[in-house]
């Protein structure tokens, strides 16, 4: 265990990673599912994700395009019950990046993530690759829609104009959006500093957005093994809140 300034007891990992960001200015973090679950929010992948929980059909079959538009009243059952958690809070790791970013530390965050924590916390720069639940659409004339509308609606939502609404969430089949992916890749590419936590980089093209780093420090901070392990400076096998709630921001 080591001292940091303020008497904080930290590990050697940690003591390693604030020395990083305490040296840089040009920091980038990409997050994954495992940022949130410290909220209470689950993931897809683990024992207890929603993978290996049984429904009618696969989660990952739900929550594709072709059944969107095949079964979209199945959609919305599982959409409401299961990926609208906006009773969530900010853990510790989304409060700490948001400082980081406030005192010119962070520069860009980069999330597969749609619960809009990052946002809630306090971070600006946010670049959701995978959407939002808090953004919605008409398919049919554009509309834009809140969080409320779909949620409170009963069945499939529809638009005044007889559209159905759409979450602005990325469903399987689907592409990214463009402007969101180069705009992440520059600022990866950019970066002193590339902070990957909470996500095992399993999911593309989302994942390939690190290959775009040449920086100084690649830092990896994950329960479990994650692709980009090997090509690491700093692995951290730590829960993600507990990791930042250790870290001083400071200018």
Not at 22 to 39: K, L, W, Y
Not at 190 to 196: D, G, K, M, S, Y
Not at 211 to 234: C, M, Q, W
Request: charged share 25%; hydrophobic share 35%; with cysteine.
């Amino acid at each position: 265990m080591y001292n940091l300034k303020g008497g904080v007891v930290v590990t050697k990992e940690v003591a390693e990673l604030q020395k990083i960001i305490d040296n840089h200015d040009n920091i980038v973090f990409f997050g994954g599912a495992g940022v949130s679950t410290e909220s209470g929010i689950p993931d897809f992948r683990s024992k207890d994700g929603l993978y290996n929980q049984k429904y009618k059909y696969p989660p990952e079959t739900i929550l594709s395009n072709m059944f969107f538009y095949r079964r979209p009243e199945e959609f919305f059952r599982f959409y409401r019950d299961k990926m609208i958690c906006d009773t969530a809070k900010p853990n510790a790791a989304h409060l700490k990046l948001a400082e980081l970013e406030h005192v010119g530390k962070v520069k860009a965050i980069v999330t597969q993530n749609i619960d809009g924590l990052h946002q809630m916390a306090g971070s600006e720069n946010v670049l959701e690759l995978h959407g939002s639940i808090y953004r919605n659409h008409c398919k049919k004339c554009g509309r834009e829609y809140g969080l409320d509308t779909v949620k409170n609606s009963e069945g499939v939502p529809k638009c005044e104009c007889g559209g159905i609404i759409k979450p602005d969430v990325v469903l399987y089949g689907e592409n990214l959006n463009d402007d969101v992916m180069n705009r992440a890749a520059k600022a990866i590419n950019e970066a002193q500093v590339l902070i990957v936590g909470g996500t095992s980089l399993s999911v593309w093209p989302a994942a390939s957005l690190i290959d775009y780093f040449r920086g100084n420090h690649l830092i990896v901070i994950n329960k479990t093994p994650a692709e980009r392990d090997s090509f690491a400076d700093l692995i951290i096998r730590e829960p993600i809140g507990g990791v930042f709630s250790q870290i001083v921001a400071k200018k």
